[in-house]
Each structure stands twice: as C-alpha cells, then as structure tokens.
Nanobody, 122 residues
Framework: QVQLVESGGGLVQAGGSLRLSCAASGRTIRSYTMGWLRQAPGKEREFVAA????????NYAGSVKGRFTIARDNAKNTVWLQMDSLKPEDTAVYYCAARSRGLNYDVKYDYWGQGTQVTVSS
C-alpha cells in the first residue's frame, strides 16, 4: 500500500508558477509509474503528466506540454510537478497517483492522494 500526500497548491495569477510536491510513504515508489491528474468543477478527472519508474520517460497532456514539468526522486520517495505560465483553465484539484503499469495518457491509477487545490486568477 502506498500513501500519497500532495502539497504546494494555492492561488496564483495567470502567468505565474507553482510547484506541487507529492510525498509517498508506506512503500517505495521505485517500481511505480507516477502521475499527476486534475479535476475541475463540473468536469471529469483528466490526465496531466506522468513519469516512468526511472524518470527517463514522461508523458504530458497537450494542454500543459511545454508549461509543466514532472520529475521524481526515488531516493526521497517524492514526485514534483513544476507548473509555469499558468492559465485560468488550469484551475482544478490536482492529484498525485501511482500505478504498477507503464506510461499512458489515462487516469487509471492504483493509488491516489487527497488532492491539492490550484486556482489561477485572470
């Protein structure tokens, strides 16, 4: 069992930056694909970014590619999402998640954090 706790969310103006962190406990994330997903009010949860177990390969949703960067440190059991050039449409609850399968663009993950709110004002 993996427990995930997100932090770093908040209110930021359009064009600004935030860095989300995800701290894992219970077991090492070394063998898991780690992802960030988000859910805006009234919308379905959507894929944002994912990184494979060794950090070499990543996937990004088209809407965030070039603005967001996902990274991981297995030794620290931590995953980050650096979000730059934020837009009001990035406003959502952001979730950290883990799964034993490889990279993809879906929201099918085995373990989820509780989420952190990101609000981007125009």
């Amino acid at each position: 069992q993996v427990q995930l706790v997100e932090s770093g969310g908040g209110l930021v103006q359009a064009g600004g930056s935030l860095r989300l962190s995800c701290a894992a406990s219970g077991r090492t994330i070394r063998s898991y694909t780690m992802g960030w997903l988000r859910q805006a009010p009234g919308k379905e949860r959507e894929f944002v970014a994912a990184v494979i177990w060794n950090g070499i390969s990543t996937n990004y949703a088209g809407s965030v590619k070039g603005r967001f960067t996902i990274a991981r440190d297995n030794a620290k059991n931590t995953v980050w999402l650096q979000m730059d050039s934020l837009k009001p449409e990035d406003t959502a609850v952001y979730y950290c998640a883990a799964r034993s399968r490889g990279l993809n663009y879906d929201v099918k993950y085995d373990y989820w954090g509780q989420g952190t709110q990101v609000t981007v004002s125009s």
